[in-house]
């Protein structure tokens, strides 16, 4: 993750949305005479970001739980004062899919702007059948409008919704049963995801809904170890891409997910929004050998950013990653966690032409400057966005 394969002076040669040839300014200068040229001096060209881990399907920013946690109250305040996720879940219900496919469009353009060309988009806060297959349509609405890749996740599995708080598992038999077999048939997902977590779904309600996923063909990731620790175990058997968060990862799962090609994906935007003094253990598992991807997070409730430069700046700071590690992580590991490292997350020939542009003279400035954006041009697919 420290060696970023840097070429000074580096070209990128781009025909028809793909990358075609890589080396030196001089090197390429020779084989392309005829193709258009960008000047590149003293920018850092970077492959576009790959942001594995987002929640765009929501109608409104939750400013009750922004004001009101700054202020102190709990979980339960928050809910009581209409806030928490219950909020999100009536804006999803009462929307459009054109509606949610707005929002979405837009927080994928301004990804974007910020670098990032491959976005995994989850649904989640839709809750019912109904709901969480009009918040996949509304992904790939936007997705059709939007020249980056999106992979899209059914997130039926955020939290149990309401009127199945007193009777969860029949809401998990929906889901196993309806949900993921529909959206399967529809090809509105490629991955199906779980909140394994205290207040969301025990251990063995995660397994079943897997394993309803893999029976239906999807690919499976788990938000998991976030606020309790949950043995990984248990999750093997469905080989999921990521693991999620993994704030409270043990030790001994440490150990075993070196040994596997699974990713973990940290979300220090999360804890960074929340307040939180405690970061997930990125030093810890990059030096065990464990493939570490950064997102992030984007979500209404924890993490209203889509920004991975900011993303980046977190990891150094907080949790001591080095600015080429964070950025391994926010491109080639990032693709690893969507199994999409054939085509993304690197500048190699024959990979998908997504290649952002910084103002940057050395690629440590991407993870230095805090909250400012220096992308100056992404391409996304060979298509340049602007904005
Ligand atoms: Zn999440």
Same mark, same amino acid.
């Given at each position: 993750?420290?060696?970023?394969?840097?070429?000074?002076?580096?070209?990128?040669?781009?025909?028809?949305?793909?990358?075609?040839?890589?080396?030196?300014?001089?090197?390429?200068?020779?084989?392309?005479?005829?193709?258009?040229?960008?000047?590149?001096?003293?920018?850092? #060209?970077?492959?576009?970001?790959? @942001?594995?881990?987002?929640?765009? #399907?929501?109608?409104?920013?939750?400013?009750?739980?922004?004001?009101?946690?700054?202020?102190?109250?709990?979980?339960?305040?928050?809910? !009581?004062?209409? /806030? /928490? =996720?219950?909020?999100?879940?009536?804006?999803?219900?009462?929307?459009?899919?054109?509606?949610?496919?707005?929002? %979405?469009?837009?927080?994928?353009?301004?990804?974007?702007?910020?670098?990032?060309?491959? %976005?995994?988009?989850?649904?989640?806060?839709?809750?019912?059948?109904?709901?969480?297959?009009?918040?996949?349509?509304? =992904?790939?609405?936007?997705?059709?409008?939007?020249?980056?890749?999106?992979?899209?996740?059914?997130?039926?599995?955020?939290?149990?919704?309401?009127?199945?708080?007193?009777?969860?598992?029949?809401?998990?038999?929906?889901?196993?049963?309806?949900?993921?077999?529909?959206?399967?048939?529809?090809?509105?997902?490629?991955?199906?995801?779980?909140?394994?977590?205290?207040?969301?779904?025990?251990?063995?309600?995660?397994?079943?809904?897997?394993?309803? !996923?893999?029976?239906?063909?999807?690919?499976?990731?788990?938000?998991?170890?976030?606020?309790?620790?949950?043995?990984?175990?248990?999750?093997?058997?469905?080989?999921?891409?990521?693991?999620?968060?993994?704030?409270? #990862?043990?030790? @001994?799962?440490?150990?075993?997910?070196?040994?596997?090609?699974?990713?973990?994906?940290?979300?220090?935007?999360?804890?960074?929004?929340?307040?939180?003094?405690? *970061?997930?253990?990125?030093?810890?598992?990059?030096?065990?050998?464990?493939?570490?991807?950064?997102?992030?997070?984007?979500?209404?409730?924890?993490?209203?950013?889509?920004?991975?430069?900011?993303?980046?700046?977190?990891?150094?700071?907080?949790?001591?990653?080095?600015?080429?590690?964070?950025?391994?992580?926010?491109?080639?590991?990032?693709?690893?966690?969507?199994?999409?490292?054939?085509?993304?997350?690197?500048?190699?020939?024959?990979?998908?032409?997504?290649?952002?542009? *910084?103002?940057?003279?050395?690629?440590?400035?991407?993870?230095?400057?805090?909250? #400012?954006?220096?992308?100056?041009?992404?391409?996304?697919?060979?298509?340049?966005?602007?904005?």
């Amino acid at each position: 993750m420290r060696d970023l394969g840097i070429i000074e002076d580096g070209a990128v040669l781009i025909e028809s949305g793909k990358i075609t040839a890589v080396g030196t300014t001089d090197e390429l200068r020779r084989q392309s005479k005829n193709a258009d040229q960008i000047d590149c001096s003293s920018k850092v #060209v970077l492959p576009g970001f790959v @942001d594995s881990h987002t929640h765009p #399907v929501f109608a409104a920013p939750r400013l009750i739980d922004f004001e009101k946690r700054i202020a102190g109250a709990s979980y339960e305040e928050i809910a !009581a004062a209409g /806030g /928490g =996720i219950r909020a999100s879940i009536r804006g999803v219900r009462e929307s459009t899919t054109e509606q949610l496919g707005g929002h %979405v469009l837009r927080a994928f353009n301004e990804m974007a702007a910020f670098g990032t060309t491959t %976005v995994e988009a989850k649904s989640g806060y839709g809750l019912s059948l109904e709901s969480e297959l009009k918040s996949l349509e509304a =992904i790939q609405q936007a997705a059709r409008q939007w020249p980056g890749t999106v992979v899209a996740t059914l997130l039926g599995a955020h939290v149990p919704p309401p009127e199945y708080r007193e009777n969860p598992d029949e809401y998990v038999r929906i889901l196993c049963e309806e949900m993921i077999p529909e959206a399967a048939r529809r090809e509105l997902a490629e991955y199906v995801d779980v909140f394994c977590e205290r207040g969301a779904f025990t251990l063995e309600q995660s397994a079943r809904i897997l394993r309803a !996923a893999v029976a239906h063909g999807l690919k499976t990731r788990a938000h998991v170890n976030q606020l309790t620790q949950t043995s990984l175990e248990g999750f093997t058997e469905f080989h999921p891409a990521s693991f999620d968060h993994m704030d409270n #990862v043990s030790d @001994d799962d440490i150990a075993m997910l070196s040994k596997l090609e699974t990713v973990a994906t940290l979300l220090p935007a999360a804890n960074y929004f929340l307040g939180l003094g405690a *970061f997930p253990p990125a030093r810890k598992l990059i030096d065990s050998g464990v493939a570490v991807a950064l997102a992030t997070d984007y979500n209404p409730g924890t993490a209203p950013t889509t920004s991975m430069p900011f993303v980046l700046s977190v990891a150094c700071t907080h949790m001591k990653m080095s600015p080429a590690e964070a950025i391994a992580a926010a491109t080639f590991n990032g693709a690893c966690a969507l199994g999409l490292q054939h085509r993304k997350g690197s500048i190699e020939p024959g990979k998908d032409a997504d290649v952002a542009i *910084f103002e940057a003279t050395d690629y440590r400035e991407l993870a230095y400057w805090v909250g #400012v954006n220096r992308c100056r041009r992404v391409f996304l697919n060979g298509i340049e966005l602007s904005w």
